[in-house]
């Protein structure tokens, strides 16, 4: 089925690990995002990438790296990761604004 | 920016009831609206969508209202079924898509 991939769904780190989270998708969707999503908040950007080798800053950057491989992927990267990173990640695209974004499952990434 | 939000974290409504979610959103530019449904552990779903030169669309049980006098958007679901337990959140754009904390929808059997 046509859509959004994210691997792996979940993980746990120990502080000052890193790890890579892995995006794909198979619509030709031209953009790609990363949010995060904390109880009681709503889903805040984290990088985006409107086209195949740019990426831009979101709201919330600080802890984390991005590479858009290619069309089809976007990887978030935590270089050190902090308790504060323990969150729920997803990754979502889009061709234009019309119908909005497709999400991923999302990855629930704890941090101790 | 944009500042959305919802006015109620939690509803519960009796099955086959109507359900209403609303949604404030804070910046007048803002000219294209979505619903989103979230079940649990998965990723949000795109459920409707509104542009800001309408005031009411209509999909398969759910209809949007948008009132940009005051800047609050709706959404209805028609005969509320336990299918639709899940948290609802809109999203509002005008460069790119903010996004409201979400209501979450109990429906009662």
């Known amino acids: 089925n046509a859509g959004v991939t994210q691997t792996p769904k979940f993980q746990v780190l120990k502080t000052g690990q890193s790890m890579t989270l892995q995006c794909a998708q198979d619509?030709?969707?031209?953009?790609m995002y990363w949010y995060r999503q904390d109880p009681g908040m709503g889903l805040r950007l984290i990088y985006y990438s409107a086209s195949e080798g740019t990426t831009d800053k979101g709201e919330v950057p600080n802890g984390y790296n991005v590479s858009r491989l290619n069309k089809r992927e976007f990887s978030l990267r935590l270089e050190s990761a902090a308790p504060s990173q323990t969150s729920v990640y997803f990754c979502?695209?889009?061709?234009?604004?019309?119908?909005?974004?497709?999400f991923g499952s999302g990855t629930r990434l704890t941090v101790v | 920016g944009e500042s959305v939000g919802l006015h109620l974290p939690t509803l519960s409504v009796q099955e086959g009831d109507n359900s209403i979610i609303n949604c404030a959103y804070s910046?007048?530019?803002?000219?294209?609206f979505i619903w989103y449904k979230q079940e649990s552990g998965k990723g949000p779903q795109f459920i409707i969508d509104?542009?800001?030169?309408?005031d009411k669309r209509q999909g398969q049980r759910v209809t949007v209202l948008l009132n940009k006098t005051v800047k609050h958007l709706s959404l209805q679901i028609a005969a509320t079924q336990p299918g639709d337990s899940a948290v609802y959140f809109c999203?509002?754009?005008?460069?790119?898509?903010?996004f409201g904390s979400g209501t979450k929808l109990n429906v009662k059997p």
């Open positions: 910046n007048s530019a803002s000219d294209y």
């Open positions: 999203a509002a754009a005008f460069n790119k898509f903010y």
């Open positions: 509104i542009r800001s030169n309408m």
């Open positions: 979502a695209s889009s061709q234009d604004r019309v119908g909005g974004y497709t």
């Open positions: 619509m030709n969707h031209n953009s």
